[in-house]
């Protein structure tokens, strides 16, 4: 459990927020203006950066306040009962900010209108099933990651993950509500229209629930504190057994 104090925590997911949204957004517009008139080496070089970006990111604020940047992430560590509602309730309004000032941020750095509301309709079916996909798969793996103590691997595995997950789903994987709701507020390569959000971002819940169903099978909590405690037993009782034989040489 990350034991900074919330108000610090909460920063930390807007300022995490702000940066992934500005690297999704920007990257997608340098790569519009870099190579016109070619979408896959456009994708290319925004999935990179976008990639990269998140595994730093991951870097940096993971220790403040796990690094979620993603309200269906924190909803599940809240259901798994890793984190409390109260943080639930700071950290996605948090994460939507953010996500909406990175846009914004992003038109700026490249010259554009600070807010151009988005005209790419995306909220075709199998964009919609895409997303769920895309949202299952991301919260298996960070949970998986969390359940079996390999949570240092995080950022390059997310990283990675959301690289990949740009051409293996048709929808490029967005798998975040608090992203979805930011990239309204830029009309370029990483938009999407208003109207196409409430179905991702319902998508996107629809993979959350079934990814809480697979983690609890796949990666039960009891079992995880059977094994803890059998190996601390069987620890314990390797110590007694050689306190044992050293009180009989003596």
């Given amino acids: 459990m990350i034991d900074a104090p919330l108000p610090r925590r909460a920063l930390a997911e807007f300022l995490g927020s702000a940066f992934l949204a500005a690297t999704v957004i920007g990257s997608g517009i340098a790569?519009?203006?870099?190579?016109?008139?070619?979408?896959?080496?456009?994708?290319l070089e925004n999935a990179a950066a976008t990639a990269a970006g998140l595994a730093t990111f991951i870097l940096m604020f993971g220790p403040i306040s796990g690094a979620h940047f993603n309200p269906v992430v924190s909803l599940l560590d809240v259901a798994l009962g890793h984190r409390t509602r109260r943080d639930l309730v700071v950290y996605v309004?948090?994460?939507?900010?953010?996500?909406?000032?990175?846009?914004i941020v992003a038109n700026a750095m490249f010259g554009l209108s600070a807010v151009s509301i988005s005209t790419a309709h995306r909220a075709s079916g199998p964009h919609l099933f895409a997303e769920v996909v895309a949202t299952v798969g991301l919260l298996l793996l960070i949970f998986s990651l969390a359940r079996t103590e390999r949570s240092h691997l995080a950022p390059a595995a997310v990283g990675a993950y959301i690289g990949a997950a740009y051409f293996f789903t048709s929808s490029t994987s967005f798998a975040n509500p608090a992203i979805d709701i930011g990239r309204i507020f830029s009309d370029t390569f990483a938009g999407i229209a208003p109207a196409s959000v409430p179905g991702f971002i319902g998508a996107q819940l629809i993979g959350a629930v079934l990814a809480l169903g697979l983690i609890a099978v796949l990666y039960p909590a009891a079992e995880q504190r059977r094994g803890r405690d059998g190996l601390a037993l069987a620890l314990a009782g390797s110590a007694e057994a050689e306190d044992q034989v050293a009180d009989g040489q003596g």
């Fill in 93 to 103: 309004p948090a994460q939507i900010a953010g996500c909406m000032v990175g846009a």
């Fill in 31 to 43: 790569a519009a203006q870099l190579s016109p008139g070619d979408t896959g080496l456009q994708l």
